[in-house]
């Protein structure tokens, strides 16, 4: 199975600034990496698929790039919603099933 | 508007049984894939089990297999989990999800529902 790995796996940071969040897969994905956000109690929230692409209706202040096996996903700058936690998933076919990375909270410093 | 509306959960004794279901509405069912996510407290995602759009087509976790069964009924837009000789380390909030694109089965999501709650405990 391919694993995920995400880091960091806890960030503290402060309204405005601009967070990178990083997650390395075993092995190689092309683009097939999607980030989705989570909060306390709710369901996930897909945010960027195939690496880099913007899920409808999501801010522009997310994005996502990438490609192979490290990819990250970027807020441009941190607003009081976006304190969640963040999981980046492989659905690359190459593989059987799909994996998850451990996710990544960003809190508020 | 898509909607997820899972239900099914509760509290089963080790080795017991339980089945899960996700009605769905909002989109054409029939033309995706679903699966089944789940979250232990406090805990990461970990995938559970696909089906294809036409119900052809199962997959499933190793931690799962042989276990859980997955299906889905075209006709009442609702897919299924039935979960057999269930253990505690299946605690978890679990979710459907509609697939948004899959590659080989395997697959990413634009719609989960909100989860619900599986205990196994005696």
């Known amino acids: 199975d391919i694993q995920m790995t995400q880091s960091p796996s806890t960030l503290s940071a402060s309204v405005g600034d601009r967070v990178t969040i990083t997650c390395r897969a075993s092995?190689?994905?092309?683009?097939?990496l999607a980030w989705y956000q989570q909060k306390p109690g709710k369901a996930p929230k897909l945010l960027i698929y195939?690496?880099?692409s913007l899920q409808s209706g999501v801010p522009s202040r997310f994005s996502g790039g990438g490609s192979g096996t490290e990819f990250t996903l970027t807020i441009s700058s941190l607003q009081p919603d976006d304190f969640a936690t963040y999981y980046c998933?492989?659905?690359?076919?190459?593989?059987?099933?799909?994996?998850f990375g451990g996710g990544t909270k960003v809190e508020i410093k | 508007e898509v909607q997820l509306l899972d239900s099914g959960g509760g509290l089963v004794q080790p080795g017991g049984s339980l089945r899960l279901s996700c009605a769905a509405s909002?989109?054409?069912?029939?033309?995706?894939?679903m699966n089944w996510v789940r979250q232990a407290p406090g805990k990461g995602l970990e995938w559970v089990s696909g089906?294809?759009?036409?119900?052809?087509?199962?997959y499933y976790a190793d931690s799962v297999k042989g276990r859980f069964t997955i299906s889905r009924d075209n006709s009442n837009n609702t897919v299924y989990l039935h979960m057999n000789s269930l253990r505690a380390e299946d605690t978890a909030v679990y979710h459907c999800?509609?697939?948004?694109?899959?590659?080989?089965?395997?697959?990413?999501?634009?719609?989960w529902g909100q989860g619900t709650l599986v205990t196994v405990s005696s």
């Open positions: 999800a509609k697939a948004k694109y899959c590659t080989g089965g395997v697959c990413n999501f634009d719609y």
């Open positions: 089906i294809s759009a036409s119900g052809g087509s199962t």
């Open positions: 092995q190689y994905i092309s683009s097939w």
């Open positions: 998933q492989q659905y690359s076919g190459d593989s059987p099933g799909l994996t």
């Open positions: 909002g989109f054409t069912f029939t033309s995706y894939a």
């Open positions: 195939k690496a880099s």
